[in-house]
């Protein structure tokens, strides 16, 4: 069992050590979001994908590349908003340039967006339909089926 | 805290658990091992660390810098390394009897993925793309109707267990039943993938993989002039 275990742990260090990063990206300062910004985003006519998340969250850092494949896969269909809580900017950025997350992000450092559409704890994702009405919410990290299923519900309403 | 997948790993256990007791019923499982559901829990857990793992290398994560988010199995899996992760693990555990070890534990292994893909009553993940047909279902509050393309999958995998219980008390050449448990599940997410709800066309080659691997192994097991697995009867 140690020889396995050993074997394995060299195989992952070898591995992981050859990872190349991409390029960090030129992140501008994060606008701040309020009731009435965010009733006019979702007031906008397109099916919208919401993500709320915080730099220090490991579970958002874990689903961050599985937002930013949706939003290559869906960006053209659906507005992707992120929405960075109880943060500061800088963290909030660096996490930004880190993933290579290329949609509109807002920064809430009071975490009002959260408290106006419920939820607890982060990440938490809305999926509102064309015209604002909230159809589904899911706490915690979300897999790419629910992911997928919700953005086909909200595309299809 | 969401315990959802929790209860969809424990019904893959659960139906692994009942399977390995049923072929020991059968008298199918030898007496001289004990440990095959460690065995299988052990493979299980490489499977999903492996698999883990390549999912963050493939998506940029590095799990040197990042090593808390290896637990987080929601984040993502990636299939083709979990199930070569998982098969490493049996090689080494197994050692010199791989193939008659692989044919011994296929309908158990079949059975998990039925309770795995079961699970999704659990996870609320049953649902596939829109369909008209008269069992289709619909998530609450919506009027559009979908496969229930995770019960498929389960029913199939059931089926696909109990032929491979089938063949175990009649084939006797080693890494036969094996073989045909890789192809069929290949075939089985192979075929409802195109109606499992993914960003992508989903990992389709590593089914692909997996079906042409396990058609040759299973001819290769048939021409290979190795002694029987047990004495016939």
Redesign the interface.
């Known amino acids: 069992m140690r020889r396995f275990a050993a074997t394995m742990l060299g195989t992952i260090l070898t591995v992981t050590a050859c990872v190349t990063t991409s390029a960090p990206l030129e992140v501008p300062a994060l606008p701040p979001i309020d009731d009435a910004a965010l009733s006019s985003l979702l007031e906008s006519g397109d099916p919208i994908v919401l993500n709320v998340w915080a730099s220090w969250c490991i579970p958002c850092r874990s689903e961050a590349p599985l937002l930013s494949a949706a939003y290559e896969a869906f960006g053209d269909r659906v507005s992707f908003i992120g929405v960075d809580i109880e943060d500061t900017q800088e963290d909030a950025r660096q996490f930004i340039s880190e993933h290579g997350l290329e949609f509109d992000n807002y920064f809430d450092r009071a975490g009002t967006v959260r408290a106006n559409l419920g939820g607890v704890g982060v990440p938490i994702t809305y999926f509102f339909a064309p015209g604002g009405e909230l159809v589904y919410r899911h706490n915690g990290v979300i897999d790419e089926r629910t992911l997928s299923l919700q953005i086909d519900e909200i595309l299809n309403r | 805290?969401?315990f959802t997948l929790l209860w969809a790993a424990l019904l893959a256990v659960g139906a692994l658990w009942m399977m390995l007791r049923l072929e020991r019923r059968l008298g199918l499982l030898p007496d001289d091992r004990s440990d095959w559901f460690d065995t299988l829990l052990g493979a299980a857990v490489?499977g999903l660390v492996a698999g883990r793992?390549a999912a963050m290398?493939l998506?940029?994560?590095?799990?040197?810098t990042?090593p808390?988010?290896i637990i987080?199995i929601?984040?993502?899996v990636d299939t083709g390394f979990a199930s070569i992760g998982a098969l490493?693990?049996l090689v080494?555990a197994t050692r010199r009897s791989l193939p008659a070890a692989l044919d011994l534990v296929s309908p158990a292994v079949l059975a998990g993925l039925a309770g795995w893909h079961g699970g999704c009553v659990f996870r609320?993940?049953c649902?596939?793309?829109?369909s008209e047909f008269p069992w289709a279902f619909a998530?609450p509050?919506?009027a559009?109707t979908?496969h229930p393309t995770e019960i498929y999958s389960a029913f199939l995998f059931v089926a696909a267990a109990f032929g491979a219980l089938f063949l175990l008390r009649r084939i006797t050449r080693p890494g036969v039943v094996a073989a045909g448990a890789l192809a069929t599940a290949g075939t089985i997410r192979l075929v409802t993938e195109p109606i499992?709800?993914?960003?992508?066309s989903g990992p389709i080659w590593w089914y692909t993989t997996g079906i042409l691997a396990g058609i040759v192994l299973t001819a290769a097991a048939f021409l290979r002039q190795t002694p029987n697995r047990r004495p016939e009867t």
Do not use: K
Request: glycine share 18%; charged share 20%; aromatic share 6%.
């Open positions: 805290m969401e490489s793992i290398l998506t940029g994560t590095n799990p040197l990042h808390a988010d987080l929601r984040g993502g490493v693990f080494w609320g993940t649902l596939g793309t829109r998530e509050g919506s559009l979908r499992r709800p993914s960003l992508g």
